[in-house]
Every structure is written in structure tokens, then in C-alpha cells.
């Protein structure tokens, strides 16, 4: 068996198993092989490196827990920092703001601010966008 990465007329990538390659070139020939996603039969195969069985696997060393907590503590912090830099704080409006602001009645812009769970699952099923931010990071003094 082989695999052929091919793509149709209107660019649409997609892929396919033949037996072998003179199965597929004889496939084509008789206008067999379609597009799945438009029809074409007007197909092309397209570059793939090639599936190489026994090769040796690499060693990846292990993720160290600590370094990787300690990214994503400084990617949360970053994102928070963003959004109180650059949002509206509305405080315990937000549920009655982001609806607004959704539906039209508010000026469009950037908030933040608190909803309990209840209201933030109402505007989830309304299709408000909303997120949870990250906390706010542990105050360093307060640490083990």
C-alpha cells in the first residue's frame, strides 16, 4: 500500500491509499480518483517525504516540571497583564456589559471584570465570548 498526499483543480489537499503507484497512475487515467470535497476528477499528486520503516528513534530529554510550571506561571502572568493594561474594568457588571456589547446596545470595546459561574454560563449558551482570566500570581513573600 501507498499513500499519496493529492490535491484537486481548486487546491483542496487531501489523501488516499492505492495499492501501489501504477494503481493510482492507472486510477487517474480512468478519471477514479475525485476530490473529496468538490468532485474534480482533475487531480495531482503533491510533494511527501516518504514513510521509512527501522529508523532510529531520537532521544528527547524529558521536560523538566519545574521549568515548565515556571513558563506557563510567566505566559499567565503576561496574558493577565495584557488585559488589565489594555481592557475596561467593569467590575461585577461584566455579565450585563458583555451582553450589551454583544448584542449591540454597547460601545464595542475591550472589558474585564467579575460574573459568577451561573451568569457566565448563560452568556456562553447566548454566544457572548467570554474567558475566565488566569489568577493573579502568588505574592513571592507568601510562598513555602
Given at each position: 500500500?501507498?499513500?499519496?498526499?493529492?490535491?484537486?483543480?481548486?487546491?483542496?489537499?487531501?489523501?488516499?491509499?492505492?495499492?501501489?503507484?501504477?494503481?493510482?497512475?492507472?486510477?487517474?487515467?480512468?478519471?477514479?480518483?475525485?476530490?473529496?470535497?468538490?468532485?474534480?476528477?482533475?487531480?495531482?499528486?503533491?510533494?511527501?517525504?516518504?514513510?521509512?520503516?527501522?529508523?532510529?528513534?531520537?532521544?528527547?530529554?524529558?521536560?523538566?516540571?519545574?521549568?515548565?510550571?515556571?513558563?506557563?506561571?510567566?505566559?499567565?502572568?503576561?496574558?493577565?497583564?495584557?488585559?488589565?493594561?489594555?481592557?475596561?474594568?467593569?467590575?461585577?457588571?461584566?455579565?450585563?456589559?458583555?451582553?450589551?456589547?454583544?448584542?449591540?446596545?454597547?460601545?464595542?470595546?475591550?472589558?474585564?471584570?467579575?460574573?459568577?459561574?451561573?451568569?457566565?454560563?448563560?452568556?456562553?449558551?447566548?454566544?457572548v465570548p467570554c474567558a475566565a482570566l488566569p489568577p493573579p500570581p502568588p505574592d513571592p513573600a507568601k510562598l513555602n
Amino acid at each position: 500500500m501507498i499513500r499519496y498526499a493529492l490535491s484537486c483543480a481548486h487546491d483542496h489537499l487531501f489523501e488516499a491509499w492505492f495499492d501501489s503507484s501504477t494503481a493510482y497512475d492507472d486510477q487517474a487515467a480512468r478519471g477514479l480518483v475525485e476530490c473529496p470535497v468538490c468532485g474534480s476528477r482533475t487531480v495531482s499528486k503533491q510533494i511527501m517525504a516518504p514513510a521509512v520503516a527501522g529508523t532510529r528513534r531520537t532521544a528527547v530529554a524529558p521536560a523538566d516540571p519545574a521549568k515548565m510550571r515556571a513558563m506557563m506561571m510567566q505566559a499567565a502572568h503576561e496574558v493577565r497583564a495584557h488585559v488589565e493594561a489594555n481592557f475596561d474594568y467593569v467590575g461585577d457588571t461584566f455579565a450585563r456589559e458583555a451582553r450589551d456589547i454583544h448584542e449591540g446596545r454597547g460601545e464595542k470595546r475591550e472589558i474585564y471584570g467579575e460574573a459568577t459561574p451561573a451568569e457566565v454560563k448563560a452568556l456562553k449558551a447566548d454566544g457572548v465570548p467570554c474567558a475566565a482570566l488566569p489568577p493573579p500570581p502568588p505574592d513571592p513573600a507568601k510562598l513555602n
